[in-house]
């Protein structure tokens, strides 16, 4: 059996938290418009960096993606007490930072999204 060859441009890993659902997508409306991607959802979204790293494994595979945009969010019941600002952003750049070394063409956003919808980039 052949696999038909298709591809999309990017990748958006989030967390599953149904109170961000409508600002990501706006938020992918604005931002990725005209473009297609795949989205994964999981608890504390990059907290497990493993499981990310095998489903990113699969859309660079398979859909030969050239972007990838990590959200995390305030209040993440998947972190518990550890759900802060810093820890967030300390998780994000772990995870660009092990993506980047093991697909270091691909551009990577980091994002920490606010109860309030407001996307804020981390650097």
Known sequence: MVI???SCDAIVITCIDFR????????????LKDKTFDLIGFAGSTKDLDTIMRQLDVSVRLHKIKEAHLIHHEACGAYGAESTPEKHAEDLRKARERINSTYPLLE??????????LFEKVD
């Not at 961000?20 to 931002?31: A, M, P, S, V």
Request: no cysteine; charged share 25%.
């Open 4 to 6: 038909p060859i298709h």
């Open 20 to 31: 961000f659902q409508k600002y990501i997508r706006d938020w992918t409306d604005k931002n």
């Open 108 to 117: 990577v956003g980091l994002y920490y999204l606010h109860l309030d919808g």
